[in-house]
């Protein structure tokens, strides 16, 4: 890929670079708005690596320019910004972020969910068109429409009082609700995914092999586990999951490990990406010690999930 990294100070610069180098990315510097705005009017870069503030200017100078001096440019722009700033999620130039500081493998796996999320879309526009042209056939030089396939009832869960769609919370020291939860969908039904520091095997064991997916995580990333500091190719795979599977349903059974792990704020936001940023229906279902939380930590989870106790439902 052709990359512009754009941020005025040198050591950042050479850092990122080597990192994208060495995965043979053709790579170009800048230090100002200005140089930003010209490389990539000569460069035409696939992706920027864009500082939130560039010298004393506002890095998102740079995409108003472009989008003004260049209309029909598709900039791609990866943030890197202070794990305080929230990224502007109403921007559909801003493909993602990385927050400071950061490791090595923060930058490769941002350029690697761009990779990934673009080959989706390409995906899915094919797709789209597949099923387009599926619908239509030729029939004595009339168009019929094929009938579509009868969809497979959905499991009645009324009478727990949890809406498939919706995303709920357990505030517990010891993952006990969230299991409970997780019983209630019939696995013939809905897919099920549980992101855990637990053995996949012990997980498994506890729904039985066939039933659920896993994901689990340690520090190393080893072993057919994810590392749990790695956030990005975390959300790659939960993303994936979601994309692929009927009906999903993604569990975080100890979400206080991932916290402890990578960090309040960091962790918060890559759930609230997550959600957000779902393209089909699904529930999550979050179980982490209250303990630890600061009101405001509540109050940011409870802005996307509802409480989840057995008791008053």
């Known amino acids: 890929m052709k990359i512009l990294i754009v941020d005025d100070n040198v050591a950042v610069q050479e ?39 560039v010298g004393d200017e506002d890095g998102m100078h740079v995409v108003s320019r472009i989008k003004e001096e260049m209309p029909n440019f598709d900039l791609k722009v990866i943030l890197i910004k202070s794990s305080g700033e929230l990224a502007p999620t109403d921007n559909p130039n801003i493909k993602g972020w990385v927050d400071k500081p950061f ?33 239509k056939t030729r029939s004595g030089g009339f168009l019929s429409r094929k ?10 869960l009324s009478e727990s009082g949890v809406v498939f769609g919706m995303s709920y919370i357990m505030f ?13 969908f019939d696995p013939s039904k809905y897919s099920i995914l549980i992101v855990t520091s637990d053995r996949a095997k012990a997980i498994k064991e506890r729904f039985s092999y066939e039933s659920v997916d896993v994901i689990p995580l340690t520090s190393s990333g080893r072993a057919g586990t994810l590392e749990i500091q790695a956030l990005g190719s975390m959300m790659v795979r939960i993303s994936q999951f979601i994309n692929e599977k ?20 960091p962790s918060l936001l890559m759930l609230q990406q997550l959600m957000t940023g779902m393209t089909k229906v699904c529930t999550f279902a979050v179980s982490v010690d209250g303990a630890p939380l600061t009101g405001k930590d509540r109050g940011i989870l409870l802005h996307n999930l509802h409480v989840y106790d057995k008791e008053s439902i």
Do not use: C
């Open 15 to 53: 850092i990122i670079r080597d990192i994208l180098a060495e995965r043979d990315h053709n790579v170009r510097l800048a230090s100002t708005v200005d140089e930003a705005v010209e490389k990539i009017k000569s460069f035409e870069p696939d992706v920027v690596m864009l500082d939130s503030w």
């Open 246 to 265: 009927e009906r999903p349903v993604v569990v975080f059974d100890t979400f206080g490990d991932i916290i402890e792990a990578n960090g309040m704020n």
């Open 172 to 184: 517990e020291p010891e993952p006990e609700r969230v299991y409970e939860f997780v019983s209630l």
């Open 103 to 135: 490791k090595s493998s923060d930058i490769i796996d941002a350029i690697e969910e761009l990779k990934i999320a673009e080959a989706e879309a390409v995906q899915a526009e094919e797709d789209r068109k597949k099923s387009k042209r599926r619908t």
């Open 147 to 156: 009938r579509k396939a009868e969809p497979e009832p959905v499991q009645d």
